[in-house]
């Protein structure tokens, strides 16, 4: 699921981005309550209408911001006081009122305001983030009462696979309509993180979706979907896509680089998206040497496309009863892309995608 932090997915228009096989995207709940406002949204229609997507679409509660904010807030039982990064303002965000601006934005899967501790962490630190998630989800469920929008539960416990199963035990009860695995790949080595999945992945109920939170490379997709997990979301096609690196089956191509100046090529011969059916690599190195923004659009589309081809690529795998030898072959030739460039392979900045 691409993310769209302010509305739309960055440089991409709808048509473009529905053409690329994309079924849901994301918005962020923290920043559309900001900027322009959950109720100047609601007054354009919605989230649907008003950016044009006019298709599912997720928001996040503004829990991620509570890590990656985390100079910028102050956080307790009742909520989190954030410092508004645009003019310095005051806010306050409890469950409550996560739920209340995810239901004027009228996104079709909302989620619970949580509490995502970075990693590593001390032990103590993880139980807490978990007794306030706990606690949060289910402010947040009885703060829920539209029976069009679907409200996931997020189970938080860092690298402990007995915290996690301890906050899944607690949401359980509560009703939710699918499961999210928060609070990974914030600071861990993806080992780690494939270890907890391959662990704990597979307790999430199987008659609801299971979605892991803001993970993207390749390998990462691989393996999650080995553990059981059907959603995921990150913004590195697009971040990444802007900077120049594009993903392909056999790695990352660096755009930048001078190999590519002269090259005719496309990013990928066997690709159909319109960045590999018009441009060559030459000139999308042109491109972004000069700083036209063009250059980040058609790398962004390229790879927007290229995940979606993966994903159906392991949906096709599964039906057909591949999945073992298209997991093993596959995890061969992208091995790379989680290995390489770890520092532009990561989630939203701060601010915004």
Known sequence: MPVGTLGPVKGVTPDQLAATGTQIQLANTYHLMLRPG???????GGLQRMTGWGRPMLTD??????????TLRKISDEGVEFRSHVDGALVHLTPERSI??????????????????????ADEVIAAAVDRT??????????????????????????????RRRCLAALLPMGFDGFAIGGLAVGEAPPEMWRLLDDFADDLPADRPRYVMGIGT????????????????????????????????????????????????????????VC??????GYLRHLLSVGEVLGGILISLHNLHFYQDFTRSMREAI???????????????????????????????????
């Open 38 to 44: 959950e109720r100047v949204v609601a007054e354009l």
């Open 61 to 70: 509660s503004g829990g991620y911001q509570v890590f990656s904010l985390a």
């Open 100 to 121: 209340e601006i995810q239901n004027h934005l009228g996104a079709d899967i909302l989620m619970p305001l949580d509490e995502c501790p970075g990693l590593p962490a």
């Open 134 to 163: 706990i606690h949060w989800a289910q402010r947040c469920r009885d703060a829920h009462t539209r029976s069009d929008q679907a409200l996931y539960g997020i189970v938080q416990g860092g690298l402990n696979p007995a915290q």
């Open 218 to 273: 390749p390998a990462d997709l691989l393996h999650a979907v080995d553990a059981g997990v059907d959603q995921f979301d990150c913004v590195l096609p697009t971040r990444n896509g802007r900077k120049g690196y594009a993903f392909t089956w056999d790695g990352v191509v660096r755009l930048r680089n001078a190999a590519h100046r002269s090259d005719s090529s496309p990013i990928d011969a066997g690709c159909a998206c």
């Open 276 to 281: 590999c059916r018009g441009f060559s690599r």
């Open 319 to 353: 039906e057909r009863g591949q999945w073992p030898a298209f997991r093993d072959r596959t995890l061969a030739r992208v091995a790379a892309v989680s290995a390489v460039d770890a520092d532009e392979a990561s989630h939203a900045s701060p601010i915004e995608e």
